[in-house]
């Protein structure tokens, strides 16, 4: 008995140590997921508005995608995405109402890679609705979070308060977890930034980094939404739609309660100083409605971009910890966002439309001795495959119902004939809070297919090479009947793929019209 005891025992052992030998053999993944980043403001994409070395770091040492899309610009659906590798009518998140809550007991990337022995966590933004499920450890801010002194969930649900700046205290909490992790386990880790999130507040050193800058405008600000009916009835406008309080913070009270009211004595002092120079500039033009919006537009960028520093910074000074620990060697390190957002663009801010600012995100990759420094990928690539991509490279069989892709293939520069050729898209949150029409579409290498629903029932056409800013509407125009019907049977297949009913049976009832 005594034998049999000893020798199962042995056993155990053994298993045990192969199983933790053949973890360690997996790579470390580190997953930096920020919230309304767009390409548009980062230099790895060519942005001559701000520089964001840390990001373009990782870019240069190992792969850059430049036609990365989402399947519905919006927030929480976005993070369920990268969680399930699958569509939100799918993942069961449409849209980022309280009412909608994700369920954390459905199949997950984190659960997936715990199985395997990776010791898994989720730090900062988390905006799910419900708490997360399937961590050995989290930490979240509480809906939407604050920029300055912001509350946290712990793991044991007691919120508390920390004095600081988000981005700095989410890095902070980052490399606390990675000092005291296990470290006989591989460790996978989504790093959930708050920022650009509006109400875009500036850290205090960064207030004034973009002072001396003019920014252009976009050609199209002053979009007249002709022959695009949808567009014309969005409110989300830099002219009408932003707040001179909250979002320009001009005439702020910052005695009473909310996120000015966070700020300490010494932060409240600086943001005063600041935007009571910004103030003065809005009192000379207030009255003039051509100057005001101007003035708008570089109040917003400057805001806008002066967030986006402390984020780049901050990305900086976790690369710099995975260097002087050594942890560089073995650790995939993934940048991206959780969709992209208008930087004036037909008049914008915010995302939600399948227009290419807030469709495309940001997304760049190294992995030592996996990906090439210096990989460009200008294959089409959805979030759905984000999940699927880091199953494979963490060395873990992809579940056949994951409906996206691994693209570890093509960031390994291995040509792919069979990848896809165009990606499908569907928005639903309306009318609040911005007046988006509900939409679905696909999106080719040249053209672009739009069908609006609801409340705004058209369809649109776009030739994204010869009209990339997405301003003519070619849709029932003489000549273009033969690829509108192409389209058409290709967004309707791509419905049918991806198990969009609700699409399939709008394609079916409406198409002839």
Known sequence: MK???????????????????????RPNILVIFSDDHTQQSISAYGSKLMQTPNIDRIAREGAIMKNTFVTNSICAPSRAVLLTGKYSHINGLRDNSPRRRFDGSQQQLQKLLGNVGYQTAWIGKWHLQTLP?????????????????????????????????????????????????????????????????????????????????????????????????????????????????????????????????????????????????????????????????KWKYQRYMRDYLSTARALDRNIGRILKYLDSTGLAKNTIVIYSSDQGFYLGEHG???????????????????????IKPGTVVNDMVVNID????????????????????SFLNLAKRKPNPSWRKGMYYHYYEY??????????????????????????????????KKDASEMN??????????????????????????????AVKILGEREKR
């Open 3 to 25: 034998l049999f005891i000893r020798t199962l025992f042995t056993l155990h052992f053994s298993l045990f140590t192969f199983l933790s030998s053949f973890a360690q053999k």
């Open 133 to 293: 499920q399937g961590f050995d450890y989290w930490t979240v801010l509480p809906d939407q979070g604050h920029y300055f002194q912001p509350d946290f969930i712990h793991m044991k649900n007691d919120t508390v308060r920390h004095q600081g700046y988000v981005t700095n205290l989410i890095s902070d909490f980052s490399l606390g977890w990675l000092d005291k992790r296990d470290t006989s386990r591989p460790f996978f880790m989504v790093v959930g930034e708050k920022a650009t999130h509006r109400n875009w507040m500036p850290a205090i050193e960064d207030l004034e980094a973009f002072d001396k800058v003019e920014f252009p405008m976009p050609a199209n600000f002053y979009d007249m939404y002709e022959n695009r009916r949808a567009a014309a009835e969005n409110d989300m406008t830099v002219d009408k739609t932003m707040l001179i309080g909250d979002d320009l913070k001009i005439g702020v009270d910052y005695k009473k309660p909310g996120m000015f009211g966070r700020l300490s004595p010494d932060e409240k002092q600086a943001y005063k100083a600041y935007y009571d120079k910004a103030e003065a500039e809005y009192n000379k033009v207030k009255d003039d409605p051509k100057a005001l919006v």
């Open 348 to 370: 914008w801010f915010d995302k939600r439309f399948m227009y290419e600012e807030s469709l495309r995100t940001p997304f760049v990759m190294k992995a030592p001795g996996m």
């Open 386 to 405: 984000f999940a699927p991509t880091i199953l494979e490279m963490a060395k873990v069989p992809i579940p056949s119902d994951i409906q996206g892709k």
């Open 431 to 464: 009318p609040e809070p911005h007046h988006v029409a509900p939409h679905f579409g696909i999106r080719t290498n040249q053209y672009k297919l739009i069908r609006f629903y609801g409340p705004f029932d058209s369809w649109e056409l776009f030739d994204m």
């Open 473 to 502: 509407n070619l849709y029932g125009k003489k000549g273009f009947e033969q690829i509108t019907l192409m389209l058409k049977k290709q967004l309707l297949e791509l419905a049918l793929e991806y198990k969009d009913d609700e």
